[in-house]
């Protein structure tokens, strides 16, 4: 089991950039497939990107490819979301999701990971 913290959401302008963390504890987080998705009022739960445990290979939604990218530090239990040129049709509330990674697991499908943060908001004006 692992518990995990988002942070750096927040409201921007169209065009600006955010930086999300989420922050891991309970177990090493280099076990672990990390993701972030998004939910916006009245949609289902959005795959934003995944990332390997060891951060060797990344994953993004056709949406966000380009614009954001996803990383880790091992050394500090933290994956990151780097959002640039954000749009409006990027509000979301952000959660970072993960699980332990096993071979050939579906990583954009929100019923693969076991455990979630609580979330951070992410408004963007137009």
């Known amino acids: 089991q692992v518990q995990l913290v988002e942070s750096g959401g927040g409201l921007v302008q169209a065009g600006d950039s955010l930086r999300l963390s989420c922050t891991t504890s309970?177990?090493?987080?280099?076990?672990?497939?990390m993701a972030w998705f998004r939910q916006a009022p009245g949609k289902e739960r959005e795959f934003v990107a995944t990332?390997?445990?060891?951060?060797?290979?990344?994953y993004y939604s056709d949406s966000v490819k380009g614009r954001f990218t996803i990383s880790r530090d091992n050394a500090k239990n933290t994956v990151y979301l780097q959002m640039n040129s954000l749009k409006p049709e990027d509000t979301a509330v952000y959660s970072c999701?993960?699980?332990?990674?096993?071979?050939?697991?579906?990583?954009?499908?929100?019923?693969?990971?076991?455990?979630w943060g609580q979330g951070t908001q992410v408004t963007v004006s137009s």
């Open positions: 990332i390997t445990p060891r951060g060797g290979t990344t």
């Open positions: 999701a993960a699980q332990i990674w096993t071979y050939g697991a579906p990583w954009r499908e929100p019923r693969v990971y076991k455990n």
């Open positions: 309970g177990s090493s987080s280099s076990l672990f497939t």
